[in-house]
């Protein structure tokens, strides 16, 4: 019985120390794997649909490390957190930015890192022990035509439904009889196509005789702007000699008031008496014209016997 138990004893030592050496192996290859590595979290505002545990990182194309987790953020769920390991020594800068990219048509998506100015410091340098350093994201790409497609794509529906309430039946059929109507019009006016051109050679025509009509109202208005340029000239004078002609008249008109005023008397007196005599004057003038009138009547009759006071011939009758 002793001997089977130192065996089962030796076993369960030999056993014990085969696992210790193990997970010392393990733990060894770990450390030593994680002595090669940089860890960070990157974090998207965007849907990461396409990445995956595993996914590639590039750093300017160049593949320098792999996703290790993809998790939500407690606080935002709206933030998804990429936690990745690259090659130990890469130069990730505080200015190192990370997108999403798609490979080819197989909609596998990676992560492209990109940036990083040569004065800039190092991204782990800033932060502290325990703590895992934070790449900006930017949104990729991909993610602005999504939401550039969504606005061209609500654009279009919006053109298409208004398409569809102008293109109703009413307008269609509003538009074929407009058609209609402007066949018939064409139609009409190649009938009429003779009347047409006569009336435009008519139109032509006006438009020259116009033309000459415009032409001679030009020259009359050049004369009749010289005319009235001269008028302005000696129009001035003219109204000049009328006013002076004007104050000759009215000192006249006062003179003979004055001189009226003085011979009142006279000329009343010679209405009283001057007039009274100028009755029979005229009788005697009258009757003395009536007179001559028959002595020249009588001379333009028979001259002879005006002169010679012979009878008067008799009127001869055949």
Known sequence: METKAHHALVGAFTLAVAVLGLLFTLWASKALSDRHWDEYEIVFTEAVTGLTRGG??????IAVGEVRELFLDRDDPSRVIARVRVAAGTPVKTDTIARLAFVGLTGVVQIQLAGGSPGSPLLRDGVERGELPRIRAEVSAFARLL???EEITTTANDVLLRLNRL???ETVANVSKTLANLEQVTGTLAAERGEIAGLLRDARRSAARLDRVLASAETTMGGLQGGVAALDRELPPILAKLDRTLTEVEALSRNANAMVAENRGAV????????AQVGPTLVELRSLLRQLDRAATRIEDSPSRAILG???P???TP
């Open 56 to 61: 590639v990182v590039q750093y300017n194309g």
């Open 147 to 149: 939401a550039s497609s």
């Open 167 to 169: 293109l109703d039946d």
């Open 268 to 275: 009343q007196q010679f209405s009283q008496e001057g007039l």
């Open 310 to 312: 012979g009878p008067t």
């Open 314 to 316: 008799e009127e001869f």
